[in-house]
């Protein structure tokens, strides 16, 4: 198994990105035949009913992760949530999945923020290639 600490972690949803700001966050290749992957989320307990709901429901959904630093590529996931524990002012989600074999989206959702931002023109260009280079998480909602 291998072990790594994420850096952001994003919902994708059918109309929007939901940036999760994570406190801490952890992520473990399994390393099995399966291709499994474990990964907490230690987040503000203002999130715990959307991930509660998710639990219940028991259906795959995805998500994305920043592993190790802000400037790597973000890892598209399919996961479910596993558990939803409370501690005090803060929840820990611990979701089940495979790496996505969707392509990653992130520089098509970049370019839909930036336009709804309303750059456009050479500035769209130069704020792309900036943000592109930052591989900060969109955000999309």
Do not use: C
């Amino acid at each position: 198994m291998k072990t790594f600490k994420i850096v952001a972690l994003q919902v994708l949803e059918p109309t929007r990105t939901k940036n999760i700001p994570l406190t801490d966050g952890l992520i473990i290749n399994k390393e099995n035949e399966d291709g499994m992957w474990i990964i907490e989320a230690y987040i503000d307990v203002m999130y715990e009913s959307f991930f509660q709901h998710k639990q219940e429901d028991q259906e795959e959904f995805e998500i994305s992760v920043i592993i190790t630093h802000a400037g790597n590529d973000p890892a598209p996931f399919t996961v479910k949530v596993h558990r939803v524990r409370r501690f005090e002012d803060h929840i820990s989600v611990l979701f089940e999945g495979k790496l996505s074999m969707r392509r990653n989206e992130y520089s098509e959702l970049l370019l839909d923020d930036l336009i709804k931002d309303g750059y456009g023109g050479n500035q769209l260009i130069e704020e792309f290639k900036k943000r592109m280079k930052e591989k900060k998480p969109v955000s999309n909602s």
